[in-house]
């Protein structure tokens, strides 16, 4: 949608940036329903970007424009919406608040320099909320509150505050307080009335406002003064002389930027209270790219690469943090310049390594940027460069994905990606019809291109396509892109690849004669199968005395029964953990063959198992799940009722158990979904396969 006014009304043309202290990337994080996007649509008008401000409910949001955004009404995606105040350009990343969507939440922290932390007044904070917190914290992100929602009909700020403070520890104070129609600037000491809207009025506070105000004023001026340089500060303070605005305004803007503390301001996007003072205390007090370290980098082919800064003049290197396609003009690439400038009808370099377990090949190409876009949610708007720090859409660069480098075929580079969580929820797509099938594969190979947290299964064992997916809304929003894109598709149970093995010692006879005039087949065989222990794969052992099978057909003998123990005897299930012993057999001087000795090799098995006993074999799964203590014991009985063994526990930073379990893979198909019900979504988990083991009589395969 290239050039194409907004659904409410874009006021403005794009300007780019010539200096990257004039920039701010914010990425806006909290819970699904804290007002995320509705802060960010009353931003966007009060600063001029849009008309008018979009409505959630209605679908008229900027950066709700995802038709999955629009229907569930809640952003499935991350969105940029930049709006210019004071001169600087504010890059607000608007990220979901649902845990599927996490990749998301994790690529607008990629792109970020700060982070504001918006919760609801009437909410208190939730686990999730606390989980990212701490993950900016271990970065070092300078971090804000927003108590948003001050409208709610059951809206505590007050209350919320606390609990932030609780939640998010030292360093978390209210910066202003909410009063009437409006708020109390806790260090200017000032009234800022919002009763006709904005900008807002600026008055005296009076009243219980005044006494209010002078209580939580001391409090801050104290975190103040113990974030500052000057030790000289909390002598003159505890001796009672006054400290000057100025000097508490500038020791608090650079306890911010360092991200030792933590202001707290209340805002209600409807009526317009406090978007002055988030603008303002963007502009002012969050860092600008310049003060950033940007990722690692390295050339492709591993060789370390010098540091990088977010210097104009520097190399490109610039980073894909999320890709779509947009039905106008195909794949868009929202990319962060960290180095140099991006400029259009240039060529660039597009590498991509490190990602192949998700489905992503390591990619090397040269490509032309033919047209630069500042991003406003789906309106792409044209800009003649992109320089260091800045936030950019780029257009038809077919070999970029998500995680991608930008960088001069010069000069190229791969930057160190961030990690991603492992999706956990497996779901098995089916084309309606075979015209559907290429359709499918199409958009499967877009969509995985675009989000890493989706993975792509193909197995042959099952013969199904199964998708990996974060979570149920995260599928549902799959399913419904490749609706969109035209694939008619289903969704069946998930089969699990089983396997099987002899219960016990079992003997065969392979006999393949045939005569039909001219050449004929001719070749017999007997076996001993041992079963072993579980994971030691097929052994074959040649005791063959005498010659009765010729040296160079036991190979052969070999090379059958491993085929037909590939291909599985009962439903088509691999034979695993056996030992084949060849012990005798003929042959004929003309009419063996290779091919006769390897279709008699598969008959002795055939017959070996038809004469014992075959077990089924389910794989197992090892599960690591990382919970608060109060969930311990409801966790702990789930995985009992999952046939799961604990393997014992262990205690974690931040009063988290880690539970170390082996559980049958069967009964994960739906953990995913399950855990984040038993503890309100504050747990996660992860998987891999530990071996095989006897499937118990009863048990449900798929």
Not at 462 to 475: D, I, K, P, Y
Not at 547 to 562: C, W, Y
């Amino acid at each position: 949608m290239a050039d194409k006014q907004s659904k409410n009304g874009d006021s403005g043309a794009a300007v780019a940036v010539d200096d990257p202290a004039k920039v701010r990337n914010v990425v806006l994080v909290g819970p699904s329903g804290s007002g995320k996007t509705t802060l960010a649509e009353a931003l966007l008008a009060a600063s001029g970007t849009v008309t008018r401000a979009g409505s959630v409910v209605e679908g008229t949001t900027v950066c709700d424009h995802d038709p999955a955004a629009v229907r569930q009404q809640r952003s499935v995606g991350l969105s940029v919406a930049p709006v210019l105040h004071q001169d600087h350009k504010i890059n607000l990343i608007d990220t979901p608040g649902y845990a599927d969507f996490v990749g998301e939440l994790r690529a607008g922290l990629r792109a970020a320099d700060a982070a504001l932390f918006v919760v609801c007044a009437a909410e208190g904070v939730d686990a999730a909320t606390i989980a990212v917190w701490e993950e900016c914290a271990a970065v070092g992100m300078p971090r804000a509150v927003i108590v948003s929602r001050l409208d709610h009909h059951r809206a505590d700020p007050e209350g919320e505050i606390a609990a932030c403070q609780a939640a998010f520890g030292a360093g978390v104070l209210p910066l202003y307080l909410p009063a009437r129609d409006g708020l109390v600037g806790l260090i200017t000491r000032r009234y800022f009335d919002y009763s006709q809207g904005f900008p807002p009025e600026v008055g005296e506070p009076a009243g219980d406002d005044l006494a209010r105000m002078t209580e939580a004023r001391n409090e801050l001026i104290e975190g103040v003064i113990a974030e500052s340089e000057d030790e000289s500060l909390m002598d003159r303070y505890l001796s009672g002389e006054e400290i000057p605005e100025e000097t508490l305004i500038a020791d608090l803007e650079t306890a911010v930027a360092r991200g030792s503390f933590h202001p707290v301001i209340p805002v209600c996007a409807t009526t317009g209270v406090g978007l002055a003072e988030v603008l303002d205390g963007i502009v002012r007090a969050f860092p600008s790219p310049l003060e950033h370290v940007p990722p690692e980098v390295t050339s492709p082919t591993g060789e370390p690469h010098a540091s990088l800064r977010a210097d104009p003049a520097g190399p490109l290197a610039a980073e894909v943090v999320r890709t779509a396609v947009d039905s106008y003009v195909g794949r868009v690439s929202l990319v962060r310049v960290f180095s140099g400038t991006l400029r259009p009808e240039r060529p660039v370099h597009v590498s991509g390594h490190g990602l192949a377990e998700r489905g992503h090949e390591d990619h090397d190409a040269d490509e032309r940027v033919a047209h630069l876009y500042s991003p406003l949610g789906a309106n792409l708007r044209e800009v003649p460069y992109c320089v260091a720090g800045d936030l950019c859409a780029l257009t038809k660069v077919g070999s970029a994905e998500t995680g991608d480098t930008v960088s001069s075929p010069e000069d190229p580079l791969i930057m160190k990606p961030w990690t991603m969580p492992e999706p956990l929820l497996p779901v098995a797509v089916i084309a309606k019809t075979r015209s559907d099938e290429d359709t499918l594969a199409r958009n499967l190979s877009r969509l995985v291109a675009g989000d890493p947290t989706l993975r792509l299964d193909r197995n042959a064992e099952t013969n199904q396509l199964v998708l990996w997916c974060m979570g149920e809304a995260h599928a549902d929003v799959v399913l419904s892109r490749l609706r969109a894109g035209g694939a008619d598709v289903d969704t069946e149970p998930v089969r699990i690849s089983l396997r099987s093995t002899f219960a016990g010692p079992g003997r065969g006879h392979g006999r393949h004669v045939k005569q039909s005039g001219g050449h004929g087949q001719f070749a017999v065989c007997d076996i001993e199968v041992q079963p072993l222990p579980r994971g030691s794969g097929f052994e074959f052992v040649d005791k063959v005395v005498g010659g009765s099978v010729p040296h160079q057909f036991i190979p052969s003998v070999e090379k059958g029964v491993r085929a037909q123990a590939q291909r599985g005897l009962v439903d088509g299930h691999p034979l695993i953990d056996i030992r084949v012993t060849l012990v005798d057999g003929k042959a004929h001087s003309v009419d063996s063959s290779d091919a006769a000795f390897q279709t008699a090799g598969a008959l002795a098995l055939k017959e070996a198992a038809a004469a014992g006993k075959i077990s089924l074999l389910e794989p197992l799964e090892e599960v690591a799940v990382r919970l608060p203590d109060e969930h311990l014991g409801t966790v702990l009985g789930d995985l009992s009722s999952r046939r799961g063994r604990v393997l014992g526990t262990e205690a974690d930073e931040g009063g988290r158990t880690i539970i170390r379990a082996e559980v049958p893979a069967v009964e994960l198909l739906r953990y995913a979904i399950d855990l984040r019900s038993l503890t309100s979504g504050t747990a996660t988990f992860t998987r891999r396969h530990a071996r095989f083991e006897p499937m118990p009589e009863g048990a449900i395969a798929n």
